[in-house]
């Protein structure tokens, strides 16, 4: 039996990696592919290998990757910061007050991860509408701050659960304020959860297609995600340009995954270790 489980193991593994690998293989191969190629041999390598369809994201006459790059760059980053400082701020003080209300609060806050986004889109264009924040990317932002906070306070609140108390009281003595307490004691033990929540809301907002695509509008820009969409034509659709926008859009979110999968992995951990 041990030996039959220990063949199996390898063997799904390898069967798990090549399902998730292989739309990753469909679009590499596909955007290095002449469009006759594609369509000819769909599943086979690149022979030759042509940079055209790249070239056609990069030189498009309206320049759709790089307004939709920077834009995603700007919702991402701005988002990304403003909700890490203020979900870790948030949880810091409820669970740390004492007050009867704060379970009531975060049980409510919390009820807000199962509300799905398309769901309170409409009531969140109206309220953005009313401040002036609609067709603009500070909307969106505001709407993906409001919308993620709850799950911030979740990762955070777990993680400073296991900070002692011992050591915020000292800097109490010591004079230090509050906010000062948090940003020099509090907030440096809470790095993993900090990357943690981070990569996961990076990628969640960088991918979101549904809240840009409304709250922005048309004629307000567009972010990687709608611009795959804007790049297929109305009657036809060039797939080759298409793989190498998908993985053109894709890059970065990577990128930032592997720049922080240390901290990640220590944020999953952590917990474990304590």
Do not use: C
Request: aromatic content about 12%; proline content about 7%.
């Amino acid at each position: 039996m041990t030996s039959r489980l220990a063949v199996a193991r390898p063997v799904l593994a390898i069967a798990l990696t090549a399902l998730f690998f292989f739309p990753i293989y469909i679009v590499v191969t596909g955007m290095l592919k002449p469009a006759d190629e594609i369509q000819s041999s769909p599943l086979g390598l690149p022979a030759p290998l042509t940079g055209e369809n790249l070239g056609a994201v990069f030189g498009r006459e309206d320049g759709l990757y790089w307004s939709s790059l920077l834009n995603s760059v700007q919702i991402t980053v701005l988002s990304v910061l403003l909700l890490t400082l203020s979900s870790a701020m948030l949880a810091h003080y409820l669970v740390r007050s004492k007050a009867r209300w704060t379970k009531p609060a975060m049980l409510m806050l919390l009820s807000g991860l199962m509300i799905p986004p398309a769901v309170i889109l409409q009531p969140v264009t109206q309220v953005l509408d009313a401040v002036g924040l609609m067709n603009t990317l500070p909307g969106v932002v505001l709407s993906n701050v409001a919308y993620y906070l709850p799950f911030g306070v979740f990762v955070f609140a777990g993680f400073i659960g296991t900070v002692p108390v011992d050591i915020e009281e000292a800097a109490s003595l010591d004079g230090a304020s509050r906010l000062r307490m948090f940003w020099q004691v509090v907030f440096p033990t809470l790095r993993p959860a900090a990357a943690s929540v981070m990569i996961f809301l990076g990628v969640w907002v960088w991918n979101d297609f549904l809240s840009p695509l409304v709250i922005l509008g048309p004629e307000s820009g567009t972010t990687v995600t709608v611009g795959v969409y804007r790049s297929v034509g109305e009657y036809s659709t060039n797939f080759g340009t298409l793989y190498a926008f998908s993985f053109l859009a894709s890059l970065p979110v990577l990128l930032f995954f592997v720049a922080l999968q240390k901290q990640f992995v220590a944020g999953l951990t952590a917990g474990s270790v304590k």
